[in-house]
């Protein structure tokens, strides 16, 4: 068995509008009861993925806030892979009314509309950060972290190496995971760069994309 994990971006690749289907929960299933490793790799914050996903358990492990923290799902052990967001720049984001805006253990995260204030009190404030994005969201993270080196960190808790993770995803955020995976997956509706370093584009958008790459790795690489 060429391919033991299968990591999987959460928003418009495995979940369509927040919610993941049931077609999706079986294909996800088929791939544990295979002998396969099931790896969440999001830029939400655990709070806001419980409220909107109840079948956390199905993971061994997921990879929050875009890189920056590992979550056990049958512990509950959380282990964050930086230092917190530095409170002036929290401070002052809100000062200027950046809104929405939202404060993680590890990442500060807006939308595209204030990209310029976000930089600007970056710059500022002389702080060694980098924005990054995902879609209309904005996100601020320690340089170096994303969800590459997220992945990276569980797959030394697992033992695993790169060349035996299948990844999907769509959007920016998700081109360090498809470059940190042995087998890269976009699915149909993913941005215009992540299908150029794809080796498989479904022809299913979300969570259908995501049951279709999980299909064919099933029927393709036997134990």
């Given at each position: 068995?060429?391919y033991q994990?299968f990591?999987?971006?959460?928003?418009e690749?495995?979940?369509?509008?927040?919610r993941?289907?049931?077609?999706?929960?079986?294909?996800l299933?088929r791939?544990?009861?295979s002998?396969?490793?099931?790896i969440?790799?999001?830029g939400?914050?655990?709070p806001?993925l419980?409220?909107?996903?109840?079948?956390?358990?199905?993971?061994?492990?997921?990879?929050?806030?875009?890189g920056?923290?590992?979550?056990s799902?049958a512990?509950?052990?959380?282990?964050?892979?930086?230092?917190?967001?530095?409170?002036p720049l929290?401070?002052r984001?809100?000062?200027?009314?950046?809104?929405?805006l939202?404060?993680?253990r590890?990442?500060?995260?807006?939308?595209?509309?204030h990209?310029a204030?976000v930089?600007?009190?970056?710059?500022?404030?002389?702080?060694?950060?980098?924005?990054?994005?995902?879609r209309e969201?904005?996100?601020?993270?320690p340089e170096?972290m994303?969800?590459?080196?997220?992945?990276?960190?569980a797959?030394c808790?697992?033992h695993l190496n790169?060349?035996?993770?299948?990844g999907?995803?769509d959007?920016?955020?998700?081109?360090p995971?498809?470059?940190?995976?042995?087998f890269?997956?976009?699915v149909?509706?993913?941005?215009?760069s992540?299908?150029e370093t794809?080796r498989?584009?479904?022809?299913g958008?979300?969570?259908?994309g995501v049951?279709e790459?999980?299909?064919?790795i099933l029927a393709t690489?036997?134990?």
């Open positions: 068995m060429q994990a990591a999987t971006d959460y928003d690749t495995l979940a369509c509008g927040g993941v289907q049931g077609r999706t929960i079986g294909a299933m791939a544990r009861d002998g396969r490793i099931l969440l790799v999001t939400r914050e655990l806001n419980r409220s909107v996903f109840a079948d956390l358990g199905l993971f061994t492990l997921i990879v929050a806030e875009n920056t923290l590992l979550y799902p512990t509950g052990e959380e282990t964050a892979l930086c230092g917190a967001p530095p409170q929290v401070q984001l809100r000062d200027r009314g950046v809104q929405p939202s404060v993680g590890c990442v500060v995260a807006t939308v595209r509309a990209e204030a930089l600007e009190a970056i710059h500022e404030l002389r702080l060694d950060l980098q924005i990054i994005f995902n969201s904005v996100m601020v993270l170096g994303d969800k590459g080196t997220g992945l990276g960190a797959l808790r697992l790169r060349e035996s993770v299948v999907i995803g959007a920016e955020n998700d081109l995971l498809l470059r940190a995976c042995g890269p997956v976009a149909a509706n993913a941005v215009p992540l299908k794809a498989l584009v479904t022809v958008k979300c969570g259908e049951a790459a999980i299909t064919t690489d036997q134990p």
